[in-house]
């Protein structure tokens, strides 16, 4: 294979994280591997760790602050990285292991704007876990990880070919409009190196995994999804008392720039685009201060259509800017059905984020989600309980969870361009009755949050007013 040199400066943004951890023992459990705590309980040593993420040969910084100004679309890395480098058969992205021993792959997805795929060239891997919770372990050539989800996986040394040397190797999954080619191709790869291989081999004949899906192949990312099952039975809420429907878009507003109109690319949750108050909401909540946010994020879209058509209106391009959040009593049972909407024709996967609390995936399905018939579907028993589900791209996926966390949490669109373009909102958990169950005071050595003396408001000249101060 033909190496690709890279110049420039590098930044890292995002790193992602890999433990490959050798396991010299055979548990007699089946599963074999029923829970995770139980085998890193019987490790002997950490073997080494991989870092990945994406490479840019400018300041991305400056760049972001300059495209989010100008309303231009955000910047596409240049590369992926795997110990810091694109996998130019680096020594140190070479990872060793010991023929015959089981190793434990523990993967962070921290890249900023894409989904990967994941292979080891000859070697299959057994899934167990997603977001610290286990899963049923099943055995796959490829993964695909979304930004901010993280999985462990089993991999065991056992192939006597090619030299002891097999390629690691992490691409892309695309799932943007099919018109732009310009994404990231770049294949981020070491290289793992058995201990008493021969070593020999040329490092430019070896091969990408072959089981490694292409860049747009969106029935192997939904297949991967749909193998997933938590270890043991859940207790899944059946007693829902909110439901939610929430469309994810992409957006454009009209902005003034330097005194010329032009569009500016956004993004939403019910048409509703995230603006930041000066003041955070978690200050402003606990301090019971007004003015800084409104309780009334729609649990629906004000209209409702074909969300997936190729075809949508006009007037479904534009959003709301405002500093909308969600309400919800300590210990109520919400169910979310999240709809991927094709606005701009841009649908796409959105790998949605909710912080402080995990949330059992229910059910995900393609086309418009269908009230009637669609629930009749839903996995009750045992669903994958994670904190980052994708929305898949012209689909709908449905989550559950209890609101045992009183505070101030975070959802978001895991994509950060997307996250850049405000498609986020924030939900508030009450107070419980007992001081274990309500929100713990900010540390007396807090600083106090003083306003600006200038404010900028972020609204669009063709929307009503949408922050106050």
């Known amino acids: 294979m033909k190496k690709e040199p890279f110049g420039g400066m590098l930044t890292v943004t995002g790193l992602e994280t890999l433990f490959m951890v050798p396991l010299s023992f055979i548990l007699d459990k089946d599963p074999p591997i029923p829970v995770l705590s139980l085998m890193l309980k019987k490790l002997s040593y950490l073997a080494y760790r991989v870092l990945s993420g994406s490479w840019y040969i400018y300041d991305v910084n400056l760049l972001v602050e300059h495209d989010l100004e100008t309303g231009a679309d955000l910047p596409i890395s240049d590369a992926y990285t795997i110990n810091g480098q694109p996998g130019d058969f680096a020594e140190c992205s070479k990872d060793r292991v010991d023929y015959g021993k089981t190793n434990l792959l523990r993967i962070v997805n921290a890249v900023m704007n894409a989904e990967l795929f994941f292979a080891i060239a000859g070697h299959n891997i057994t899934v167990v876990s997603q977001d610290a919770a286990s899963l049923k372990p099943f055995v796959t050539s490829y993964i695909m990880i979304a930004p901010g989800q993280t999985m462990d996986v089993l991999v065991t040394a056992n192939q006597k070919t090619l030299g002891g040397q097999y390629y690691i190797a992490g691409r892309q999954f695309y799932t943007d409009k099919t018109l732009f080619t ?52 859940q207790d899944v809420p059946k007693n829902i008392t909110t439901r939610m429907y929430i469309a994810g878009a992409q957006n454009q507003l009209m902005i003034n720039v330097s005194g010329n109109v032009t569009f500016a690319l956004a993004a939403s949750l019910n048409n509703v685009s995230w603006v930041n108050p000066w003041m955070n909401v978690l200050q402003a909540h606990y301090q019971n201060l007004t003015g800084f946010y409104t309780d009334d994020f729609p649990d629906k879209p004000l209209e409702f259509y074909d969300f997936v058509s190729d075809t949508l209106p006009a007037n ?110 924030v939900i508030i958990v009450q107070n419980g009755a007992t001081p274990e169950t309500s929100i713990l005071p900010p540390p007396p050595h807090m600083p106090s949050c003083d306003a600006p003396s200038t404010i900028k408001k972020k609204t669009s000249q063709f929307s009503a007013k949408q922050t106050t101060t």
């Open 316 to 425: 479904t391009t534009e959003s709301l800017l405002a500093t909308k959040v969600k309400v919800l009593e300590y210990g109520e049972e919400v169910e979310m059905v999240f709809q991927a909407a094709n606005v701009l024709n841009a649908s796409e996967d959105h790998p949605m984020h909710l912080h402080g609390h995990s949330f059992h995936m229910v059910g995900a399905g393609g086309g418009n989600f269908d009230f009637d018939k669609d629930p009749q579907s839903y996995n009750l028993v045992d669903p994958p309980f994670v904190n980052t589900a994708t929305l898949p791209k012209d689909g709908w996926i449905a989550v559950r969870f209890k609101a045992l966390n009183p505070g101030v949490w975070l959802w978001h669109c895991h994509l950060d361009r997307h996250l850049s373009w405000e498609m986020n909102t």
């Open 182 to 233: 310009g994404f990231n191709k770049f294949n981020a790869t070491a290289i793992l190196q058995y201990n008493n291989g021969n070593n020999t081999q040329d490092p430019e004949t070896i091969e990408l995994p072959p089981t490694l899906p292409s860049y747009e192949d969106y029935d192997a990312g939904i297949s991967f999804r749909n193998r997933k099952r938590s270890l043991t039975v």
